[in-house]
């Protein structure tokens, strides 16, 4: 089958690193993805994983482990325009597989 | 150059209308990806064209929906007889090539059947 599991809702201050948790079961894998959705808009592209390891990006971060199905997406110095829902999602064979995606807010 | 672009951005329909949904992807992208999303819930997977062919049709959730890419370019998501339980954010993505290239959402159509 095919899970993907990652807390419905963080909180977060300005200026301060927060860690997003995904962990994931799917048929076939072919990389991770993580997406930043602010309300009422498109999916947009943060990062992309398809060896263990960190990708560094700016102020985002994102790690993966095929062993453990796990993946993090890490946020540094964050700002309130950081506030969105963030979108974990495992490629499978031809097509992307969404968690529900974190709501993050981030306050003053 | 231009993004992912959906028309309508917004549709209200009856129930048992049917709807049309277009997608335009960027120009040059040969993979094209249909998506449905729920309020409070992530996209969930509809369909794949590689070019003119649907490669992937396993998310199309009962025969009342159906897709065509008739060039390899522009897309239509079509729904006959709308349910209420249809509503939602029609999601378009586009990929250039290869497998590990990324998916570019467009703005999305949202539905509403009433």
């Known amino acids: 089958g095919q899970n993907i599991d990652q807390p419905t809702e963080m909180t977060a201050t300005e200026g301060a690193i927060v860690q997003i948790n995904c962990t994931y079961q799917t048929s076939g894998f072919n990389g991770l993805f ?17 060896l263990d390891g960190l990708e560094e990006k ?18 540094k110095e964050l ?13 499978g064979y031809n097509k992307l597989i969404f968690g529900a995606g974190t709501r993050l ?4 | 150059g231009a993004g992912v672009s959906q028309t309508p951005s917004n549709k209200v329909t009856e129930k048992g209308k049917y709807v049309e949904l277009r997608c335009d992807p960027i ?14 819930q992530g996209p969930e997977f509809l369909i794949y064209f590689q070019g003119t062919g ?39 993505a586009s990929r250039l090539a290869g497998l590990t290239d ?7 159509t949202r539905l509403t059947v009433l």
Request: proline letters at 5%.
């Open chain 1, 34 to 50: 993580w997406y930043q959705q602010h309300a009422g808009e498109a999916p947009t592209f943060l990062s992309y994983n398809v």
């Open chain 1, 79 to 91: 700002q309130m325009k950081d506030s969105a829902s963030y979108l974990c999602a495992p490629r």
């Open chain 2, 27 to 40: 120009s040059g992208h040969t993979a094209l990806y249909w998506y449905r999303q729920s309020l409070g």
């Open chain 1, 58 to 75: 700016g102020r985002f971060s994102s790690f993966l482990s095929r062993s453990k199905g796990y993946s993090y997406l890490l946020l």
């Open chain 2, 102 to 108: 990324t998916q570019y959402f467009g703005p999305g």
């Open chain 2, 54 to 92: 649907a490669a992937d049709d396993s998310g199309l959730p009962n025969d009342r929906f159906f897709a065509v890419r008739p060039e390899g370019s522009v897309s239509t998501l079509k729904i006959q007889r709308t349910e209420r339980g249809d509503s939602a954010v029609y999601l378009c």
């Open chain 1, 105 to 108: 807010a981030v306050h003053p």
